[in-house]
């Protein structure tokens, strides 16, 4: 696609419940990034993958958070057991990095999660 | 190390003004440093970027000022314009590891 895709791009759920969110990264770019953002504020790192590194998963708020990347392509950020502080906006984002320089970060729509 | 500080918090602007943001970091081996804009309920889009080695960039009505030393860059928006209205992020960012972004500032233009 043109763009990074982000899927539900609105996700009600019932504290308790999982959820799953999508993201379809830009074709070819190796890096895939996941941010959270709370209504009104800054931008959460979440989760960073890079090729076939293993994921920097240095910001991921509890063990209830995990992520994976399938095919170097497409990723799937997973709340357990959701919390009503889980509500937010997940942002994700891609971008083509190699030689050493650091590429342009482009974003998703995303996912406006609204946990009950 | 890590932290990347945004100044201010909120701006109210003129609508032909000069609008003014300044941004911090820390770790020297950030090697790229970019301004994203946020309109409400969409992602941030790129506005401008720039790299260490040179200290300005300017495109159309927005510049980046960047000052190594100091370990400091801003964004200026000239002519400011009510369509401008937006929250604009500063980021850092170096090779292969995450963006760091700072906590955002929320600009209005009047009219």
């Known amino acids: 696609g043109a763009g990074v895709s982000q899927s539900p791009s609105n996700k009600v759920t019932e504290k308790g419940k999982d959820v799953e969110l999508r993201c379809d990264p830009i074709?070819?770019?190796?890096?895939l990034y996941w941010y959270r953002q709370s209504l009104g504020q800054g931008l959460e790192f979440l989760i960073y993958f890079q090729g076939n590194s293993a994921p920097d998963k240095s910001g991921l708020p509890s063990d209830r958070f995990s992520a994976e990347r399938t095919g170097g392509s497409v990723s799937t950020l997973t709340i357990q057991r959701t919390q009503q502080e889980d509500s937010a906006v997940y942002l994700c984002?891609?971008?083509?990095?190699?030689?050493?320089?650091?590429?342009?970060?482009?974003f998703g729509e995303g996912s406006r999660l609204t946990v009950l | 190390q890590q932290q990347v500080k945004q100044s201010p918090q909120s701006l109210i602007v003129q609508k032909g003004g000069i609008s003014i943001i300044n941004c911090a970091y820390e770790?020297?081996?950030?090697?790229?440093f970019p301004w994203y804009q946020q309109f409400p309920g969409k992602g941030p889009a790129l506005l401008i970027a720039i790299r260490p080695d040179v200290s300005e960039k300017k495109e159309g009505r927005f510049t980046i000022s960047f000052n190594k030393s100091a370990k400091q860059f801003s964004l200026h928006i000239m002519d400011s314009q009510p369509g401008d209205s937006a929250t604009y992020f500063c980021?850092?960012?170096?090779?292969?590891?995450?963006?760091?972004f700072g906590p955002g500032t929320r600009l209005s233009v009047l009219p």
């Open positions: 074709s070819g770019h190796t890096a």
């Open positions: 980021a850092a960012a170096r090779y292969g590891q995450n963006f760091v």
């Open positions: 984002a891609s971008s083509f990095a190699s030689g050493g320089i650091t590429g342009e970060l482009f």
């Open positions: 770790n020297t081996a950030f090697d790229y």
